[in-house]
């Protein structure tokens, strides 16, 4: 386990990101702030290798504090959900991504206060993680956030809010959509046709199906 832990700061970014994996699935509770760390560093590589160890990484902590983690103390979400939350306060949009993907994995209900926060950030792309997020973590109602997100500037932001919509088993999502459906961006209007379609298909509500 020292010897993994101590790969996660190797020239080689192939065997950090070997070491990575190894360490989420021996489900090594002592390698979270670690793995976080790698996270950050590994956020700022732009090339596939970066890429692939990000992967790894977010796979690592998925397996130690994710919602399906086996083996792991119950405290361990907890905790990396600490460590992931300091790292938001970075300057750099990238970090920031990275942590928002991997609390997309792994927030629970509790979690969806920070998560929200989420959608406040100065990147469209992390206010995008954060959508999918909430979807995630509450698909039985429509959070209050996620209507900040119908009226995203970005049309990136309200295509995902319309597919969290169309997933949601929460019946008030009707209206949501229907208006994402009349949207300026033709994309956004077709993502938000679609989950009127296949959630909406068949409501025994007649003046849903009129609409």
Known sequence: ???????????????????????????????????????????????LEGEDERVAVTEALTHLAGPDADG??????????????????????????????????IARRDDADLVSLLLKDASAEVRRAAVDALARIEPDRTPEPLHLAIADESPAVRIAAARALGDSRCEAVFDDLRRLAEDEDARVRAMAVRAIGSRFASTPDPTRRAA
């Not at 010897?3 to 080689?12: F, K, T, V």
């Not at 760390?37 to 732009?46: C, D, F, I, S």
């Open 1 to 47: 386990v020292a010897r993994l832990i101590g790969c996660l700061d190797d020239r080689d970014p192939s065997l950090r990101a070997a070491a990575s994996r190894a360490l989420g699935a021996l489900r090594v509770e002592d390698a979270l702030a670690p793995l976080v760390h790698r996270l950050e560093q590994a956020a700022l590589e732009e090339d």
């Open 72 to 105: 792991v103390s119950p405290d361990s979400a907890g905790r990396a959900i600490e460590l992931l939350s300091a790292s938001l306060s970075s300057p750099d949009d990238t970090v920031r991504l990275a942590v928002a993907r991997v609390l997309g994995c």
